[in-house]
């Protein structure tokens, strides 16, 4: 067992849990259609060609680009319309030399036509010719049969998280359902003699247990299935029976609150008995979240979160998000947003601490300030207030006014 409270680096943490983390082997195959956020349990290839007809990109006319080169304002080349390509229809029009047809975006092209000529470079001579005054090359205006997939061709790897456009992508190939991982379950139990459920009002020296459903949120956001268990009194027996049941039912085990160093901590020594490793690391070079316990039981990912709100979410997107990423088969962890912006106020920190403060973004003539919004963790209408964290790196000792910061938004 390591020794209580050594504290490391976000990323030494980290890399002391993450070599544990594997993916789960539970598939199930669901629509398509319901399939966002999901993660893919196969590669997937396209069954057909997308699109499986040659088609027009553009409205205008479909031609033989043999037929229009040379054409320009002064002499324009003139074509006979035989017809219209009707969408949603096999073009039943085949063009001879010097015709045409009138054509929609997406519809089929005519026989022996090879490019589309934009409506923009015609003018219409009578209800029966056209003078073209751009000429088009063959393939000009045309989407060719494949070209946006082509059969057999790699679409999306395992472990992909999907994304709106991929959903499309697979129903436009005619892929209806999907195998995926199923969703990791993630238990949260709240711990304090303090705590009461949010529908109570809470007397003096209570609070209302509101951590297990903003952990429960991000836990959702981060595709996972949360579980959240009763308020756990501060009594040993009873954390470690919440434990051992959550163990049973989850994937991760998240303790809000008794992860500090203090004569009723209890979580690090409740880790310690349910199994093998027991707990990685507990304290963190990290503010909001200095305390905060990894750990492992057979197999199984244990947090030991700060119960300050603003601490407790941190330290989840954190640690906990990327374990449900990595645990639900997610070959990449998504990419956070972020964006750039000036900070308004100077933002002390400490050397060998890593600081993430809340900011409110503005736009000022064009660019972007951000204004920090100072609390203390256990203030989470901090992060109410806030539009995103401004992290301060570990080896600097504070950002100054002006500066040009990374602002991960919520």
Known sequence: MPQLFTVLTPQEAWSRLEPHLSPTKRVEVIPTSEALGRVLADDTSAPVDLPHFPRSAM????VRAEDTHGASESQPAYLKVVGEILMGKPAVITLSPGETALIHTGGMLAGESNAVVMVENTHEVDTSTIEVVRPVAKGENVIQVGEDMARGE?????GSLLRPQDIGALLALGITDVSVFQRVKVALIP??????????EPGP?????????????????????PLRFGIVRDSSESLKE?????????DIVVISAGSSVSTRDMTAQVINTLGEPGVL????????????ILGLVDRKPFFGLPGNPASAMITFEIFVTPSIYKLSGCNQLPKRCEIKARLTRNIPSAPGREDYIPVKIEERNGELYAEPVFGKSNLMFALVKADGIARIPIDRAGLAAGEIVAIRLF
Do not use: F
Request: charged share 20%; net charge negative; proline share 5%.
């Open 59 to 62: 409205d205008g006319y479909a």
């Open 154 to 158: 790699a679409l999306l790897s395992r």
């Open 191 to 200: 711990t304090g003699d303090e705590l009461v459920t949010p529908e109570d």
């Open 205 to 225: 020296g209570q609070i209302r247990n509101t951590n297990a459903y903003a952990l429960a949120a991000l836990a959702l956001q981060a595709g996972a299935i």
């Open 242 to 250: 919440a434990a051992h049941r959550a163990m049973e039912e989850a």
């Open 281 to 292: 690391v507990h304290g963190i070079s990290l503010r909001p979240g200095k305390p905060t």
